[in-house]
Each structure stands twice: as C-alpha cells, then as structure tokens.
C-alpha cells in the first residue's frame, strides 16, 4: 500500500497535481519516532478563478505540508511568523494529554506569534489512529492555512489495506482577504459575505472558470481499493460530497475507526475528517468526486456552486486528439436534504461494545444558537443585521469573549485574576420552548468569558439543544483536547425523561465534532480525564466569531500524572 504521488502523465497527458511525497509503508511496526517539522507563515501569490491573490500559507504550500506518522510518535514543529499578522496553530483532534501548551487557539491556551517571532509545538501521538487535520486558529486565516495530519497504525488497518491512498480536502474559496471579510462584518453586524468556490486539496475544479488546468486528478487502477482520507476544512459550509457511479464504505471518522457501512452520499461538516474506502469496480473512465453546499439556515445566503475532482481510471479511453473523455458527474442532494444527511450521520458507530460512562457526575444542558443585539442607533454603519440589529451568538445566552491581554490557560496557570470567571451557567438560565416561537426578548445574550469547572475524571453528559431564534442551523460543534461519544440525537426540544431511554450506550461513534441536527439535538459522553482549558465552539467560523463557543476548565487530579505540564520556555508572551 502507497499514499501516492499524483505527479505522472499517462499516454493522455492528464495533469495531476502533487500532494505529497511517496511513502512506502512498512508491513512490520517499527520504533516511536520523532518527527522535527519548521512551519514558516508567509505570503506567498497564487491565481483562482482567473484572479491573482496574495494568501497566507505555510512554507508557501496551499493547502500547506501533509504530516504523516504513526500511533505512538510525537511532533516537534517550529512555527515561524513571518507574516505581517498574529497566528496560532491548532492541531485538530489531537488530544493533547496534560498538554494544552500544544493545543493552539488563539488566547486560549497561548497568546498568539507574533510577526518576526517563532514557537515550537511538542505534543505525541496517543492512541489515535486515521485522519485529522491542523489549522490556523486566529480569526479567519485558516481559510488558506491548513492541512492533513495522517495517523498510520502501529500494526495494521482492520480492514483490507488499500493498495493507494489519498486525502481529499475540501475547502472554501473567497474572493478577498478571508480577514477583511471578517472585519467588515464585525463592523457593519451583518452577516459576512459567502466563499464564491469550494476547492479540492485547494483547486475549485472543472465547474468554474479558469481553474481545469488545476483540476486534481486520481488516478486508479481497475479492480483496485484506494483509501480517501476526507476532511471539510471550509471556513462555514457543511458540504455533501459524492463519487459518480461508485460507491463509498466509511471506515473511519475523526480518527476513529468504525463499524463499515457503504453509501453513495457523504455529509461532512467543518471540523470533521472521514475515511472512506473506494474499489476502482466500474468501466475504465473518468468520474468526478463532486462537494456542494448543505445548508440548514433558513434566509440565509451562502455559496451554491460545486467544486470537482477526478477519479481517472489509467486505462481509460481517450477522446480525439489524445484529449479525456468528459467526466461523469453524480448527483447530489438538494441543498437542504436533512434526511439524507441525518442518515448518514446516523449510519456512523464503533465497531463493537465501547467503554461508554453510564454513571453522570455532571448532566449538563447547553442552548447554541443566534441571536440579535439592539442596536442603539438602527440603521447606522455599525447595525446591518436584519430590523436595527447586529447578529450575535451563544451558548446559554452566553456570548463568549476572548480576552485580548492573556490566554485563558496562562491566566489559570499563573493565577491572574480578572480574565475570566468560572459561574457559566450548566442548565439555560430560562427554559424555553428551544425550538418553537420564542420570545423576542429572548433572542439578547450576554456577554462574558465564562468556564465550567470540571474536577479531573468526573463523568459528564452534555447535551447540546439547537434553537429557533433567528433561525434554526446545524451547528458543528467541536471539543478540544477530548474526543466524545456521540449516544443520542433528535429533532425537537430534547425531554430529560423519555429521550435518554432511546441512548446508544453499546456502540456509539467517537468524535471531536458533531452537529447539532438543525431544530435539534444531539448528546453526548466523555471523562474529564484531561486536565486544562478546553475550548467548545462551532466549527463555523462566522458564529465562533459571534460568541457561539465556551471552554471547560478541567482541574488537575492527583500527583503529577493527573496534572498539567509546566509550559514550556518558549510559550509566547501576551
């Protein structure tokens, strides 16, 4: 089995496009290893849809390096700021235990690197197996600084190894600075303006003008099985993504292996990385993967294009003049198809009996959604949002502010006080119909920076109830430094009695991000067996932006192996 690279021309002069290096993997496992990596931020010029822009990148790489290990190795990567703005990076899913140095959101667990300044992230492998991924985690800028982390097994995959493998990265593509779109909308409280392309491993695709000559080609041979390593890095679209003609079995998601299921449709929300794998079964040809928007906000614009790759059987026929054949393309949902993507979702569990906590220490009921400021003087630059308001966000009528003068991790750690309080509310602070007519004096959060508590390897249930003020959305929520699993969801206003009954306490799926169905809600489990802050946000950046985030602090257990690790020397100062 190989992840290949995609740098060949066939008889048919087919472009493809390199991903990354090729890598023989050994059949035997070997030593933990460690991997020393330099992460450079710099601007670098590319061309998309005929225009030329100035991105910011990682070591000039859009999407930036491919990181390939195995269970059990650690990471040492410099990151180098050589850009003009602060930046943080996140390493997505990854659990970081005792280590939330390494976790990377901005004033979070670390304020940001500076321009000119440099940090190293140090963190390892633990038993985490399958695809994540790492990203900017400062405003906007993970709209162009992202890329793969591959988890390679210690032995081997529980499923057939597949002779080729390959990571598939959908993303979004905006016509500005990501930032300044961000800027003008947190002037103006209006909503942000939508991507104007989805991308594939960063090329939008046949469907869009200037951009088949960058269009990324799979190349396949008949009767063989490829693995495609899958994740929605877009800024704020759920996408459903799809192969003409082919079918796809799941085989893992958030790296996490699961029960097999074959399907023709995937719903993946930002945050979420699947693995599917593919057998190359049918005519010789050309067939696109496609992804287009699902869209669970009611009256709300977004980017309703469709963004293509191609999986090239080599033996395909070519047209005249040596040229391809025009790909097949397959049919995708309507964009707001619930029921298919609830399906889908649905369809994901462990592979067998799970370790699932049964006994609940804290039984916790978080509200997430919008919400509508008043503004003090209507219809003014500063107040765009619909009828004299601006748009917020929250969570329990919680509107989450960062602080700007230290992170909240340093703030515990060193004992500063003033930065944050630790009274965020377990339950709504009124309960309301969540998903019916609700009152419009209902629809004003607060503000503050707000913690729960948790005291170290307490068992918690959080359920998370989506609601209908302003509109009711799929919100993809994700937990950093903990992966969860998911034992129930519905439509609805969740019912504490009759609801927990139906629970899949035997093989739920294990997850970092999760959607709350839109006018919903999901459930979910997990021990608090890593101590720090960890933050709980929507992986749509426009509401993580709005407030629709909090973060747990976690306390230390007993002895050095329950606590939290000094930070390192180098931790950027605020």
């Known amino acids: ?312 059987y080599k033996s395909a026929a070519c047209g005249k003049n040596g040229r391809p054949l025009r790909p097949i393309l397959p049919r995708l949902p309507a964009f707001n198809d619930t029921a298919t993507a609830t399906a889908f979702t649905a369809g994901i569990k462990s592979p067998g009996r799970v370790n699932v906590p049964t006994e609940i220490d804290e039984n916790l009921f978080f509200t997430v959604g919008l919400g509508l400021n008043n503004c003090s003087v209507p219809n003014s630059p500063r107040c765009q949002g619909p009828n004299g308001t601006r748009f917020t966000a929250s969570i329990n009528n919680v509107s989450f502010v960062f602080p700007r003068s230290n992170s909240l991790m340093q703030a515990y750690y060193q004992g500063v006080p003033g930065v944050f309080t630790t009274d965020f509310p377990p339950v709504p602070p009124v309960k309301f119909d969540y998903t019916g007519n609700v009152s419009r004096g209902l629809w004003q ?20 109830q989506d609601t209908s003020i302003v509109t009711t959305e799929d919100h993809p929520m994700h937990l950093h430094g903990y992966h969860f699993y998911v034992v129930g969801s519905g439509f609805g206003n969740f019912n504490p009695k009759t609801d927990p009954a139906k629970f899949n306490l035997f093989d739920p799926p294990q997850r970092n991000t999760i959607g709350t169905p839109p006018g919903g809600w999901v459930a979910i489990r997990f021990i608090a067996d890593n101590p720090g802050v960890w933050l709980l946000h929507c992986h749509l950046d426009a509401h993580l932006a709005l407030g629709l985030t909090m973060a747990f602090l976690v306390e230390n257990g007993v002895g050095e192996l329950q606590s939290v690790i000094p930070p390192p020397a180098d931790l950027p100062p605020c």
């Open 445 to 464: 959060p607060r503000t503050g920076t707000k913690l729960f508590k948790l005291k170290y390897n307490s068992r918690v249930q959080l359920v998370m």
């Open 1 to 312: 089995m190989e992840v290949f690279n995609l740098g060949v021309k066939p008889c048919c002069f087919w472009l493809f496009l390199d991903l990354f290096a090729l890598l023989s993997l050994l059949a035997s496992v070997s030593d933990a290893e460690i991997h020393y990596h330099e992460f450079v931020a710099r601007r670098v010029p590319v061309k998309r849809l005929c225009k030329n822009h100035n991105i910011l990148t990682i070591n000039g790489q859009f999407p930036g390096p491919a990181l390939i290990v195995r269970n059990g190795d650690s990471l040492v990567i410099k990151v180098v700021n050589s850009a003009r703005e602060n930046i943080t990076v996140h390493w997505h899913g990854i659990r970081q235990l005792r280590n939330p140095w390494a976790d990377g959101p901005e004033y979070v667990t670390q304020c940001p690197i500076k321009p000119g300044a440099t940090y190293t992230y140090r963190f390892t492998i633990i038993d985490q197996e399958g695809t994540l991924w790492w990203h900017a985690h400062s405003r906007w800028l993970r709209a162009t600084v992202y890329g793969v982390l591959i988890i390679l097994p210690k032995f081997s995959y529980p499923f057939a190894t597949p002779k080729q493998e390959f990571p598939v990265l959908l993303g979004e593509w905006f016509d500005r600075d990501p930032n300044a779109i961000l800027r003008q909308a947190q002037f103006t409280g209006a909503q942000p303006n939508v991507s104007v392309a989805y991308t594939v491993n960063g090329q939008p695709g046949d469907l869009y003008r200037c951009s088949s000559q960058g269009t990324v080609r799979i190349p396949v041979v008949s009767g063989e099985k490829i693995l495609l390593r899958i994740v929605n890095t877009a800024l704020n679209q759920e996408l459903f993504f799809s192969i003409a003609n082919h079918q796809m079995t799941v085989v893992g998601a958030d790296a996490a292996y699961t029960k097999p299921f074959t399907t023709r449709i995937m719903m993946i929300a930002p945050g979420q990385t699947t693995d599917v794998l593919v057998s190359a079964d049918q005519p010789p040809a050309r067939y696109y993967l496609a992804a287009s928007a699902y869209q669970t906000a009611m009256n709300a614009a977004f980017d309703n294009t469709t963004t293509t790759a191609i999986l090239e």
